[in-house]
């Protein structure tokens, strides 16, 4: 520019000059008007320094934004949108790293400047692209191939030479510092707490400013925006304040659905993400922070490529997504406490419609609401009081819509692990076994049936917010036969990975996704070329390598699956061992995991060790190798909180609760097949399994004949450790007697009888097959209490941090009745 005469000079060559053409700078140039008011800016700016400086330190930010905006009156952008042709036509540089594209994003004007890759093959050279296919669709960035020509992607380039860096450097003065702003939730004050705490109560410790209502999200952020805060919230439709600290856990609010903040701001129509405004009663909380900057290629832990004297796998890009699930609002730096959850209604592996199985084993749809529904069992409110914050599903049907059950996982602040059954893999016909394990057609129907009903917004195409992760199937290396043959389970891995990716752009998904998994035995993997010899982390590296290159496997990918698999995937395992000691997760899995996977997170799909002394402790241990930041486990989900008395066995020592005899009401499981009526029994709190293995002696087909005036006749009694363990809950009981229900038919597996004396004649021990007896633990236990320390709910209660139960609002008193006859002329129900 020169001060006199023409305003720009064109440089003989471009090269030189390191400017672009003229004729690409005439629409970017400033008018007459604009140079005016640049230079009354320019002198304005002078005199609020001169005259603030007191108040520079208070209001600073007024002057750096009238300063940043005054300077980009004269600037020539450094970036520029291509509508046709290459970068290099133009005499521009392609631009070739996230850094610079997320700049060239934000000089757009976009409010979400996430970088999406295409293509990480470390040969392809990629540069920066604009997408947007529509004026109604949101426009992201992407590093793609710079031979690219798909509809939609525009070329962004930058600025040659020391023309670019020099006003760079002077941007750098200037320009706001990166803080894109992430969605948090929909928040309310709890109505539990309505009528002591007010919302408000909470907001001050954390409110520095506060400004009057009307305010959009792009105005809340620019009063907000100093250091100090990491978040900000619209409240009463529009009234901003700005949060130094959040914590959605807080036990005055409550994680409403997105919808309920009231309207998108006003001119805010376009953005991302959604800009709600608050509500009349709601508050819509963002988290405006800059997040820590990524490292540059190369400085990672590479969990493909073998660094020297390491066990790493693989070729060298390795997955670096977050801990915990970046995308997952207001649990990022949360230690993942899910509970395990297949509540199914059958109190005997012989009830169950004649011996026919269940018609249906997926739990969370809106036909089963009376078992986790607020107007029926609430076993999800039951989850949160424990401390809970997620909850890990099993049985799908894609045909159910699943929208009611989200909606109130999110009302309790629970995050779903949700999964895609066996069904198209094993069960239904033309499954993946008749199609040579390629699952993709199969997997592909039954997410689109998913996405349908209830996994997406179908007005938004956005995912439902209460959804963490994806499960594509839980111990495939148990499933395909023959069993650990990485050959055999990766190749319907592989193909269902791509068949959901499909069926989520087929269905026009935007915005954040979920983070898939496939949840793994712990099982060792002879069959595995790498880690074989380590539970679980065989499988997972072949899982990798296929990913990497799914031909190995047999397969022709449709998509580039190692992208998915860097953004967004996570291992998972179930494992019955303890946290730590000789064969403890800690040695046998989790030491090897950090050293193989540099950055993929792990979480526990399934975690109980009922053989633990102190199971208390136990999960204390476990909880702490996953708050340690050293590792890579992310949490745990505690298997399980009811009993599976219809698989009978060892199966039923892990639930937290069995089933009553009392039915709080009636729901119906239907398919096309077979339908049947079901109970939605109240709950009975069960002792630690541990507790159950130090009983005193116990005598296996024999029947005590006690009477006593202390006694207690405990109905659904699973097994005769557990009743004996409720024996030494009391310091009265001196005996008991547990009976198999045996062929005759009725509500409860099993029935114990606890009394306050010992059989002192031989006529007092009589023979019967479907008898145990015996004699308590040795030691001093408390009087029979639903609040004993000794039950399974209260020691994850305990570990998780959660509020705890009221006991008293399960089964009355537990099942627990005062015995007036002897058992031999009891009848079992």
């Known amino acids: 520019k020169r001060r006199d005469g023409p305003r720009y000079d064109v440089l003989p060559t471009q090269a030189s000059s390191g400017l672009v053409p003229s004729s690409s700078l005439v629409e970017n140039a400033p008018t007459e008007t604009e140079r005016i008011t640049g230079r009354a800016c320019t002198l304005i700016s002078t005199l609020l320094v001169l005259a603030a400086t007191v108040a520079l330190t208070q209001r600073s930010d007024l002057l750096y934004e009238a300063g940043r905006r005054c300077t980009q009156l004269f600037r020539v952008p450094p970036y520029k949108k291509l509508d046709t042709g290459t970068c290099e036509d133009l005499g521009l540089v392609p631009i070739t790293d996230r850094d610079t594209c997320r700049r060239a994003g934000l000089s757009l004007g976009l409010s979400d400047v996430s970088v999406f890759h295409a293509s990480l093959t470390a040969e392809t050279q990629e540069s920066c692209f604009y997408y947007q296919l529509g004026q109604t669709t949101l426009a992201t960035l992407w590093m793609k191939p710079r031979d690219s020509t798909e509809p939609g992607f525009r070329p962004l380039c930058a600025m040659s030479s020391e023309a670019a860096q020099a006003q760079v450097r002077v941007e750098e003065v200037h320009e706001v510092p990166f803080a894109p702003m992430s969605w948090v939730g929909c928040f309310a004050e709890s109505s539990r707490k309505r009528d002591e705490l007010r919302l408000q109560t909470m907001l001050r410790r954390f409110i520095r400013s506060t400004t009057a209502t009307g305010s959009t999200t792009l105005a809340c952020f620019s009063h907000c925006r100093n250091r100090t805060f990491t978040y900000m919230s619209l409240g009463g439709e529009g009234g901003c304040s700005c949060l130094a600290n959040f914590d959605p856990a807080e036990p005055s609010i409550d994680l409403m659905p997105d919808g309920s903040c009231g309207d998108i701001c006003s001119g805010e129509e376009a953005q991302t993400p959604e800009r709600y405004c608050g509500g009349p009663t709601t508050f819509a909380v963002y988290r405006i922070k800059a997040p820590t900057p990524e490292p540059p290629p190369g400085s990672i832990a590479d969990l493909a490529k073998p660094a020297p004297g390491s066990d790493a796998v693989g070729d060298g890009s390795g997955p670096k997504i977050s801990q915990a699930g970046e995308w997952v609002a207001g649990v990022q730096s949360e230690i993942l406490k899910a509970i395990s959850y297949a509540p199914v209604p059958l109190k005997s592996p012989r009830e169950p419609l004649r011996g026919k199985p269940l018609p249906d084993d997926d739990f969370m749809s809106s036909d089963t609401s009376a078992l986790w529904g607020p107007k029926g069992r609430h076993d999800l409110r039951t989850m949160r009081a424990l401390g809970a914050n997620g909850v ?404 994850v209660a305990k570990a998780f941090g959660g509020s705890g139960l009221d006991y008293n609002s399960f089964c009355p008193v537990a099942g627990v009745v005062l015995l007036h006859v002897p058992p031999d002329k009891a009848q079992c129900l």
């Open 392 to 795: 890990r599903l099993y049985g799908n049907d894609p045909s159910l819509n699943h929208k009611e059950f989200l909606d109130e996982a999110m009302a309790q602040g629970l995050r779903a692990i949700t999964g895609i059954s066996d069904y198209p893999y094993t069960q239904m016909v033309g499954n993946c076994v008749t199609t040579q394990l390629n699952c993709y057609s199969q997997v592909k129907q039954a997410y689109l049936e998913n996405l349908r009903n209830g996994f997406l917004d179908n007005r938004t195409r956005r995912y439902h917010p209460a959804l963490r992760t994806v499960i594509l199937i839980n111990e495939p290396d148990l499933k395909f036969q023959p069993v650990m043959s990485p050959e055999v389970f990766c190749k319907p891995l592989v193909s269902a990975l791509d068949a959901v990716i499909d069926a989520e752009r087929e269905m026009g998904v935007v915005g954040p996704a979920p983070n898939l998994t496939v949840t793994f035995s712990f099982g060792i993997c002879r069959g595995c070329s790498v880690h074989g010899e380590s539970p679980a982390v065989g499988q997972m590296a072949a899982l990798l390598l296929a990913m990497k290159d799914p031909s190995t496997v047999g397969y022709a990918a449709r998509n580039d699956l190692w992208s998915v698999y860097k953004a967004r995937w996570e291992n998972s395992v179930n494992t019955a061992n303890p946290a730590k000691g000789p064969g403890g997760f800690k040695d046998l899995f989790l030491d090897v995991y950090d050293r193989v996977f540099g950055s993929v997170p792990v979480f526990i799909g399934e975690y109980h060790a009922p053989g633990q002394v102190d199971q208390e402790q136990d999960l204390h241990d476990i909880l702490s190798l996953a708050g340690n930041k050293s590792t890579l486990l992310a949490g745990i989900s505690f298997f399980e909180f009811q009993v599976r008395y219809d698989k009978g066995g060892d199966e039923m020592r892990f639930g937290m609760f069995g089933l009553g005899d009392r039915s709080l009401g009636s729901f119906e499981i239907a398919t096309e097949t077979s339908q049947g009526t079901f109970s939605a029994w109240c709950l009975t709190p069960m002792v630690a399994a541990s507790e159950t293995e130090q009983c005193g002696r116990m005598e296996h087909g024999i029947r005590y004949r006690v009477w006593s005036k202390w006694g207690y006749d405990v109905k659904s009694v699973p097994s005769p450790e557990l009743c004996c363990a409720k024996c030494g809950e009391s310091t009265r009981c001196r005996s008991w007697v547990w009976k198999a229900h045996g062929a005759k038919p009725g509500p409860c597996p099993g029935r114990c009888w606890l009394y306050g004396e010992v059989p002192k004649q031989r006529w007092q021990v009589v023979h019967d097959p479907d008898c145990v007896s015996g004699l308590p633990p040795e030691g001093h236990f408390p009087e029979f209490s639903n609040r004993s320390p000794n039950l399974l709910s209260s020691r």
